[in-house]
């Protein structure tokens, strides 16, 4: 399976990174969550409405809309958390010389069977955003809180243009919740998102992490802030 990616990149400070990537990643899962399923007679329809919420921005001038459900707003927020709390640390750490910064993915899959581990996860989408961390001096505030405000706007502006494009993709859902759960996570309630996993790698898990995957390796290397 071929997979799309898409990237961002943002020169931040600490207190921003949760709240920007959390606007890019709920404006992409807006997108990639689908009401509750239902299947009857072979055919799939939604039996609910996708509930939203508006989320005020305490750090750039931007209100965005993410879906109205406490699961899945959760499952962002830690993941993101995680991510912005080992940039924190990286950049009190004596082992790295030069700037700090990381990539973290949104990425959607598809469960596919796999051995005696058991199911594997294809990547069929990804959005990457890369992070670098900088520090403000006082007088630079305003304008650097306009010109990031802009910017995520037009990275947001960006997203809907794709999912308002023909060249938008998803896996097609099967015909009964068997068939389907392999693209769909069915635990979440009252919401039907395509699966997906949030990873993340920065300056010293890059340095530190035998584990660590080739192709976040590679994801990390591209990173150009």
Not at 67 to 83: M, R, T
Not at 97 to 112: C, P, S, T, Y
Not at 138 to 153: D, M, T
Request: contains cysteine.
């Amino acid at each position: 399976m071929n997979c799309r990616e898409y990237s961002f990149s943002f020169a931040l400070q600490y207190p921003e990174v949760p709240e920007i990537v959390s606007a890019l990643f709920h404006t992409i899962l807006l997108h990639r969550t689908l009401p509750t399923l239902d299947f009857k007679g072979g055919a799939v329809s939604y039996n609910s409405y996708l509930g939203i919420r508006d989320v005020d921005c305490k750090h750039v001038d931007l209100t965005y809309v993410c879906v109205n459900s406490s699961q899945l707003i959760e499952k962002v927020s830690s993941a993101v958390s995680v991510f912005a709390e080992t940039l924190r640390r990286d950049s009190y750490s004596t082992n790295i010389n030069g700037e700090v910064r990381g990539a973290i993915n949104l990425e959607f899959v598809v469960n596919r069977k796999g051995g005696w581990l058991g199911p594997e996860a294809s990547v069929w989408e990804r959005w990457i955003v890369n992070v670098c961390l900088k520090t403000i001096n006082a007088n630079e505030k305003e304008a650097y809180r306009c010109q990031l405000s802009s910017q995520l706007r037009d990275e947001l502006c960006t997203i809907l243009e794709y999912f308002n494009s023909p060249s938008a993709y998803a896996p097609s859902l099967g015909s009964s919740q068997a068939e389907t759960e392999h693209i769909i996570d069915f635990s979440m309630s009252g919401i039907s998102p395509y699966r997906f996993n949030i990873t993340h790698l920065t300056t010293t898990s890059g340095q530190n992490r035998s584990g660590v995957s080739v192709t976040m390796r590679r994801i990390f290397k591209d990173v150009r802030l």
